[in-house]
């Protein structure tokens, strides 16, 4: 049976020691988000970016990095991860201002409603809003839309919306070992199950607070490998890790677009785990995957 290198098992074993027993001995939304809220915050300082403000965008806020670079450049409308429970703006501000400084673009992070207070379409509702507020505050912008893991969700059916909706238009995506399918049913997700940092039980877990209503796992807003009509949407770049429960899910959406017509990068990471892109300061091949995915971005934001 494959294992992940020893380094790479090391930073999986410290950030499954730093995350509490979801679904199993905690389930309690409360009490998980206390948790995240006492563990300490880092001491090193941001990584700069020229400015940074928290903005409110049609009543959803966001915060957006500006690396101010040209002044037409870009835009990235970026999802955090987190299951659609967990996560905020400040659990994903490195990564976001990673993500502008090495793509040159302005990314604005949206801090949309989380499950279980707020269950499908709150999520997909405020991202499109915020995307929309977006285009409006920078028209003749290309965009881009980017997230990870329920994120990347999220960021893929922005481009249905945008699509099904008339605009606003969307120039690419990019998806980070999405999370597209509620049934989880695809082999990755035994072979996965536990070990990995991302587990079954979180899975299930998450899908359970997002999509409480049995109806809503057909939705192609909510589940977009449920058979969704993939055509017509921008050019993806999906990124997917080999020992992530989530690695066939993401295999198998690269796999749906190209059949759609809809142009595919896909970039697979067979040594790695849910998440790793975050985890650059500790993994050099981490740093060197993500380095890869950002260029990536910045050259099909670039391209016309």
């Given at each position: 049976m494959n294992r992940p290198d020893p380094e790479v098992q090391a930073v999986i074993d410290l950030a499954t020691a730093g995350f509490p027993p979801l679904a199993t001995e905690m389930t309690d939304i409360a009490e998980v988000r206390a948790f995240f809220a006492a563990r300490p915050r880092p001491d090193a300082p941001p990584l700069p970016v020229d400015h940074v403000t928290d903005r409110d965008a049609d009543g959803v806020p966001v915060r957006v990095y500006d690396p101010r670079v040209h002044a037409t450049a870009p835009v990235i409308v970026f999802c955090h991860g987190g299951g659609f429970v967990l996560c905020d703006l400040d659990s994903h501000d490195a990564f976001c201002r990673a993500l502008a400084r090495a793509t040159e673009a302005v990314v604005v992070s949206v801090d949309y409603r989380r499950a279980p207070e707020h269950p499908f379409p709150a999520a997909p509702e405020d991202a499109y809003t915020a995307l929309s507020s977006t285009a409006a505050t920078y028209p003749g912008r290309r965009i881009a839309v980017a997230g990870d893991s329920a994120g990347a969700n999220l960021a893929t059916v922005l481009t249905l919306l945008a699509r099904d909706r008339g605009g606003p238009e969307i120039a690419c995506q990019a998806l980070y070992y999405p999370m597209l399918d509620p049934t989880r049913s695809r082999p990755s997700h035994r072979e996965n199950a536990q070990g990995y940092f991302l587990t079954a039980d979180h899975l299930r877990w998450y899908w359970d607070a997002y999509l409480p209503d049995p109806a809503a796992r057909a939705s192609p807003y909510a589940a977009p490998l449920a058979g969704a009509d993939l055509s017509g949407l921008p050019p993806a770049q999906v990124v997917t890790a080999g020992?992530?429960?989530?690695?066939?899910?993401?295999?198998?959406?690269?796999?749906?677009?190209?059949?759609?017509?809809?142009?595919?990068?896909?970039?697979?990471?067979?040594?790695?785990?849910?998440?790793?892109?975050?985890?650059?300061?500790?993994?050099?091949?981490?740093?060197?995957?993500?380095?890869?995915?950002?260029?990536?971005l910045r050259e099909a934001l670039a391209a016309r």
């Amino acid at each position: 049976m494959n294992r992940p290198d020893p380094e790479v098992q090391a930073v999986i074993d410290l950030a499954t020691a730093g995350f509490p027993p979801l679904a199993t001995e905690m389930t309690d939304i409360a009490e998980v988000r206390a948790f995240f809220a006492a563990r300490p915050r880092p001491d090193a300082p941001p990584l700069p970016v020229d400015h940074v403000t928290d903005r409110d965008a049609d009543g959803v806020p966001v915060r957006v990095y500006d690396p101010r670079v040209h002044a037409t450049a870009p835009v990235i409308v970026f999802c955090h991860g987190g299951g659609f429970v967990l996560c905020d703006l400040d659990s994903h501000d490195a990564f976001c201002r990673a993500l502008a400084r090495a793509t040159e673009a302005v990314v604005v992070s949206v801090d949309y409603r989380r499950a279980p207070e707020h269950p499908f379409p709150a999520a997909p509702e405020d991202a499109y809003t915020a995307l929309s507020s977006t285009a409006a505050t920078y028209p003749g912008r290309r965009i881009a839309v980017a997230g990870d893991s329920a994120g990347a969700n999220l960021a893929t059916v922005l481009t249905l919306l945008a699509r099904d909706r008339g605009g606003p238009e969307i120039a690419c995506q990019a998806l980070y070992y999405p999370m597209l399918d509620p049934t989880r049913s695809r082999p990755s997700h035994r072979e996965n199950a536990q070990g990995y940092f991302l587990t079954a039980d979180h899975l299930r877990w998450y899908w359970d607070a997002y999509l409480p209503d049995p109806a809503a796992r057909a939705s192609p807003y909510a589940a977009p490998l449920a058979g969704a009509d993939l055509s017509g949407l921008p050019p993806a770049q999906v990124v997917t890790a080999g020992f992530d429960p989530l690695r066939d899910d993401g295999l198998a959406y690269a796999d749906a677009l190209a059949a759609a017509g809809v142009p595919v990068t896909a970039h697979h990471h067979a040594g790695m785990f849910h998440g790793f892109l975050s985890m650059a300061g500790a993994l050099p091949a981490a740093a060197e995957a993500r380095a890869t995915a950002f260029a990536a971005l910045r050259e099909a934001l670039a391209a016309r």
